[in-house]
């Protein structure tokens, strides 16, 4: 019987360079995050993983209970199919977030509707 290649090398073999990014070009969750079928279907322990969290653990080593990995736009990247390990980094989700654009958006979308409403003005 054969052995499965490892799921860190079926990755590697679906990356495309841009820049300094590693894009991962094969399938994704329909978020725009890279996936992975890690596991065996003989015994059950079949799962999909994100692809970056595979070569995180490969390369990098464990993620800490707890903690997400971000990709680091101090270091060029925000895409979330990027699976370069320079741009990965495990933080708690807190920092995710608060790292992420959302909390931006989240604030200028609040800001928008309090002016639309009347609610206070900003300067």
Known sequence: MKASTPAHERILR????QGDCWIYTGADNGKGYGVVGVGSMRDGSRRTEYAH?????AFVGPIPD???I??????GCRSTKC???AHLEAVSNRENVCRGDRPRQLAE???DQARRQGQRRWR
């Open 14 to 17: 679906r990356v495309a360079l």
């Open 53 to 57: 969290r595979v070569i995180y653990c």
């Open 66 to 68: 707890g903690y997400v």
């Open 70 to 75: 971000d990709h680091v736009r101090a270091r």
């Open 83 to 85: 699976v370069n390990p």
């Open 109 to 111: 979308e609040n800001r």
